[in-house]
């Protein structure tokens, strides 16, 4: 028991280390105080020898009085004063204090006892110094007391006291060095935001403090049965480090012994509330090997808790919930990317099989802060989960036709223009009328203008899609579908389906040549959509021997990076003038 309290102790010792080393200043090494001392000493023993002596020394030819070393060695002895007040703090003003003391008494013998006025500016010297002693010592004093207290600002959390999330992260790292086990836990207060709104904030900050006083004191009392370290993150949301526990149902007990602590009614302006939260974890070494990579393992179980939405409030961390961490900080980039007009496009050139241009399709881009260029697959699938796509369509929809527009209005050229519309974006109020206001005022004839839409347009989306596309089509625009082949669509709906072209996804094309099955396959495709009176256009194709193919199974147009990858507008622009030269 007392051994296993030992242990205890000891291992409790690396969070008030790692406390102090945060907030404790770097004290000086005491052996520099013990060499500044004897030199100090040393420095007055030969004072005192070469004080009185009159002896005259020859060096080179010049003669020095043996008493003229008494000042240099005087100035010595001085500096070594300054030096330990400046570095030993109290202990250094106290010992300034003796030696200064001790030698002013001596030169004040001198002065009165034995008449020998030649001390006297010793005695001032001696005098002086001790006022600067003094001086130095205060002014440190000041500042030390002044740079303790911002040190313990940066690791506390004002409102609680709570050691903050810097604090937290040094802990982190301090148990990573060493290598000890430990589970941090991502704590955020459930409606929070509701207290806020309907209290206010003094009510939310009293309720807060009164958390962290509650968790504070279960950490200290160490009923959890484990070593636990609780810090304030910042707004609702706090973490808690757990250590010294044999499984994970230990972390679990431990969790829950907080939120039962949390769960006791909480009176705030006469008013009882009973506060719940969400509790995700992850373990070190077991998840992520450093601090930060921690918090977002634990911090994703958290928000997995939280979106689930379950009675049960504690949730360990698994690699898929990183997915959801990737879909919030993607999220945040699409944000950031419209907010700063960051979302552009780029065309990409269909041509026909004799290598004539058919026109463009417009292709979405973000840059990203660091000026990276992010791609449609990493973005796409995020911009459609969170509803972000129809802005994405939109901006790339209005700035491709209007760049299409002076391009027409330049070269009088007779090109597509093909921009993809997400299946969600479509079946949203609003739509219609977005198109409309696009093609009135971009100048491209809407007969040159294709709506690209996926093929699951056909499975899921049923009749209110129908009748938009329907629409579309009144307005005289085209319509393609697009990834043909990768759903499910029946050949009785691509009967009534009112588009104008095919594009043959892309994985057909790559397995094409493999094999001939692959290439009837396509040529099937081929033929399904001349008998339904659609043109067929391949994707992705990147081979003269692919190309080679189409031509032979009667391909329509072709798009791929073969005859020309995604490129700027202006790079576009000069591509049709040239065509149109030619
Ligand atoms: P998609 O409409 O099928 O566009 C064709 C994609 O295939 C483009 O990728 C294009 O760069 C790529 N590609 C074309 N030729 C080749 C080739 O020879 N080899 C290879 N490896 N790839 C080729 P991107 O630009 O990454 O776009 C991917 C998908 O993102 C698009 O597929 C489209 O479904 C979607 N997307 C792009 N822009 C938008 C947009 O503005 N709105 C919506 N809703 N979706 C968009
Ligand atoms: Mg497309
Ligand atoms: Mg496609």
Redesign the pocket.
């Known amino acids: 028991m007392c051994k296993k309290k030992n242990e205890k102790t000891i291992k409790k010792n690396i969070i008030e280390n790692t406390m102090d080393q945060l907030i404790v200043r770097k004290k000086a090494p005491i052996f520099g105080y013990i060499l500044l001392s004897l030199l100090y000493i040393a420095a007055s023993a030969i004072i005192s020898l070469t004080a009185g002596n009159q002896t005259l020394l020859n060096f080179g030819g010049n003669t020095i009085a043996v008493y003229a070393f008494a000042g240099v060695f005087a100035a010595l002895s001085n500096i070594f004063i300054i030096f330990i007040v400046v570095y030993y703090r109290k202990l250094g003003f106290y010992t300034a204090l003796i030696f200064t003391g001790l030698q002013l008494v001596t030169v004040l013998l001198g002065i009165f006892k034995q008449h020998n006025l030649s001390s006297l500016p010793g005695a001032f010297t001696n005098a002086f110094t001790f006022i600067a002693a003094i001086i130095i010592f205060v002014n440190n004093m000041r500042l030390e007391k002044f740079q303790e207290r911002l040190c313990d600002q940066a690791v506390t959390d004002r409102l609680t006291e709570l050691p903050n999330r810097f604090a937290c992260s040094e802990l982190l790292n301090e148990l990573i060095r060493r290598n000890e086990k430990f589970a941090i836990v991502s704590i955020d207060l459930n409606n929070f935001k509701s207290i806020n709104d309907t209290l206010g904030h003094n009510a939310g900050n009293a309720v807060l403090t009164e958390i962290a006083k509650r968790w504070k004191n279960a950490a200290d009392t160490e009923e959890s049965g484990t070593l636990d370290f609780v810090t304030r993150q910042g707004g609702d949301e706090f973490s808690l480090i757990i250590r010294n526990y044999r499984s994970d149902a230990d972390i679990i007990r431990t969790i829950k012994y907080y939120e039962d602590v949390l769960g006791k009614r909480l009176t705030v302006d006469e008013c009882d509330l009973f506060m719940t939260a969400s509790f995700g974890y992850a373990e070190y070494p077991a998840d992520a090997k450093t601090s930060d990579a921690l918090f977002s393992c634990a911090d994703a179980a958290m928000y997995e808790i939280k979106r689930i939405n379950s009675s049960d409030h504690i949730m360990r961390f698994s690699p898929e919930m990183l997915k959801t961490e990737h879909t919030l900080e993607m999220e945040k980039k699409i944000r950031t990317a419209l907010d700063d007009g960051k979302v552009f496009?780029?065309l990409?050139p269909q041509y026909d099989l004799s290598h004539k241009l058919r026109g463009f399709?417009?292709?979405?881009r973000i840059e990203d802060t660091d000026g990276q260029i992010l791609?449609?697959?990493e973005f796409?699938p995020v911009a459609e989960k969170v509803g972000l796509?129809d802005k994405?369509?939109l901006i790339?929809?209005k700035a491709s036709a209007e760049f299409f527009g002076r391009l027409i209005r330049e070269t009088g050229a007779d090109i597509m223009l093909s921009?993809?519309?997400?299946v969600r974006?479509l079946m949203k109020n609003g739509f219609l009328e977005e198109v409309k206001a696009i093609v009135d005022s971009c100048g491209v004839p809407a007969r040159q203008i294709e709506i690209?839409i996926?093929e699951s347009v056909m499975i899921d989306s049923a009749e209110k899609a129908l009748n938009c596309i329907n629409e579309i089509k009144k307005m005289g625009l085209k319509i393609a579908i697009?990834?043909f082949g990768t759903g499910y669509s029946s050949l009785s709906y691509l009967s009534d389906f009112p588009a104008d072209l095919l594009?043959v996804?892309?994985s057909f094309i790559d397995k094409m040549n493999a094999s001939d099955s692959s290439k009837k396959y396509v040529a099937a495709i081929i033929s399904i959509g001349h008998i339904m009176n659609f043109k067929v256009i391949s994707?992705?194709?990147?081979e003269p021997e692919q190309l080679e193919t189409l031509k032979s199974i009667g391909c329509d147009y072709i798009?791929?990076?073969?005859w020309g990858?995604?490129m700027m507008p202006e790079e576009a622009g000069r591509l049709v003038k040239n065509s149109i030269n030619a």
Do not use: R
């Not at 399709?361 to 979405?364: M, Q």
């Not at 994707?539 to 990147?542: A, F, Q, S, T, Y």
């Not at 798009?559 to 073969?562: A, E, T």
């Open positions: 496009f780029k990409q399709e417009a292709l979405a791609n449609p697959s796409v796509i994405i369509d790339v929809f921009v993809n519309v997400s974006h690209e996926t697009d990834d594009k996804d892309k994707e992705g194709v990147e798009q791929g990076f073969l990858s995604p």
